[in-house]
């Protein structure tokens, strides 16, 4: 669809998209809605005659999103990677509450990949403009939501399977293995990958031509933005607010077992006086064991709260507010804790799981080796060719 107008029309197309898109996440995290007419933005220019030319953004905000959207990115997916590689590759990481983890990398990769990482091309390109077609548009705003929602999911299914193996220790023997959380696991993503579907039918784009004869595409939502609300809130309950109130419960909890004096005094227990050292070492071992796994955990579950929080909190003053703010500054650092918060998880895991961290060596070492063989390999090839060819 094709649009030409004069600046009246400009400003009532521009009140009306603003006013129709305030809704759950109503930006998609790649862009920044078309900035408001009245004096929030200075990259317009004013015109009296036309449709002003299609704004860009500052030098400044190119630079800084190039940055930091870079950095983040790249620490953040070579970081998953290596999460799901060290689960799926050594034996002595495949526990359920690491294949939780490898969900939520997964999610994060996607979220990186599909949210972040489309920012820097982005910012190069007109603003509120959309470059990956009306296919693009679909299936970038899907997999943004399918990777946001999975994460939080993933969340919470690691939470309540802690709080099963610590606080119900006899129904961990069944509910807490590996087949079992991989079965949960694929529920979650066939669950997010149905409930996400409805972005391909709430999306769509439409084409604006300016003064100068450019056309700019946009991706937007279909819909009035009283239709949207009913999505949001359900979305900001389901995947925000349920996690975290489920999770704060069941870590209280969880904190009154590990710390209680039950745990203390099964540490205590009268056996032959030859083996009780050993045996009170052994279950001191266990006991901090599980302590440092929760406190892991937790701090996954912190990040996602406080990262996630600014942006939610915009989200939400968007729906209420009128003009709602669209500032292109505001929303980038708002979203940066979004692509902060998918990348910092791999670090988190590093600096606080000694097992982790080992993994992770014991990787970049097979990685290094295997790289070393394969150049002596190519080496010794070469010798051979050149031997022959004397020959």
Same mark, same amino acid.
């Given at each position: ?46 015109? %009296? ?12 905000? @190119? ?10 990115? !790249? ?52 603003? !509120? ?40 220790? &006899?129904?961990? @023997?069944?509910?807490?293995?590996? !087949? ?21 039918? &709430? ?13 700019? &595409? ?39 077992? &590990? ?58 003053? %968007? ?59 190519? @080496? ?12």
């Amino acid at each position: 669809m094709e649009t030409t107008v004069n600046t009246t029309e400009l400003v009532e197309y521009i009140t009306d998209s603003l006013y129709a898109r305030t809704t759950n996440d109503n930006l998609t995290l790649t862009q920044t809605m078309m900035p408001d007419m009245n004096g929030n933005t200075t990259d317009v220019p004013p015109t %009296n005659t036309s449709f002003p030319d299609p704004p860009t953004f500052p030098m400044s905000y @190119q630079v800084i999103t190039t940055v930091l959207v870079l950095v983040i990115c !790249s620490i953040g997916i070579v970081g998953n990677i290596m999460v799901v590689l060290v689960v799926t590759r050594i034996k002595s990481m495949r526990s359920p509450t690491n294949c939780y983890l490898v969900s939520l990398a997964v999610a994060d990769l996607i979220v990186l990949v599909t949210a972040g990482i489309p920012n820097i091309p982005d910012s190069f390109y007109y603003e !509120s403009a959309w470059m990956y077609g009306h296919s693009g548009c679909l299936i970038i705003t899907y997999l943004q939501y399918l990777g946001i929602n999975t994460s939080s999911m993933s969340i919470l299914a690691f939470t309540v399977e802690r709080y099963i193996a610590i606080c119900h220790p &006899l129904y961990a @023997q069944t509910m807490c293995t590996v !087949s079992r959380a991989k079965k949960i696991i694929a529920g979650v993503w066939v669950l997010t990958l149905a409930y996400d579907s409805m972005w391909f039918f &709430l999306m769509g784009t439409e084409t604006i031509v300016y003064g100068n004869g450019a056309e700019v &595409l946009q991706c937007g939502y279909n819909l009035e933005r009283s239709r949207y609300l009913t999505v949001y809130f359900l979305d900001l309950s389901l995947f925000y607010l349920l996690p975290l109130i489920v999770a704060a419960v069941l870590y209280v909890r969880i904190g009154r077992v &590990l710390y209680s004096e039950d745990i203390a005094e099964a540490g205590n227990i009268e056996i032959a006086n030859k083996g009780q050292t050993h045996v009170k070492h052994m279950q001191a071992r266990r006991i901090n064991s599980r302590k440092q796994v929760v406190k892991m955990l937790a701090c996954v579950v912190v990040l996602f709260a406080v990262l996630w929080m600014p942006y939610r909190v915009l989200v939400v003053c %968007n729906s209420f507010i009128d003009p709602p703010n669209y500032d292109k500054w505001v929303v980038l650092f708002c979203r940066l804790p979004i692509y902060i918060n998918s990348a910092c998880n791999p670090v988190l895991y590093n600096a606080m799981s000694v097992k982790f961290r080992r993994a992770f060596s014991k990787l970049a070492k097979c990685t290094s080796k295997r790289d070393d063989l394969n150049s002596m390999n190519f @080496q010794s090839s070469i010798r051979a060719v050149t031997r022959s060819n004397r020959v």
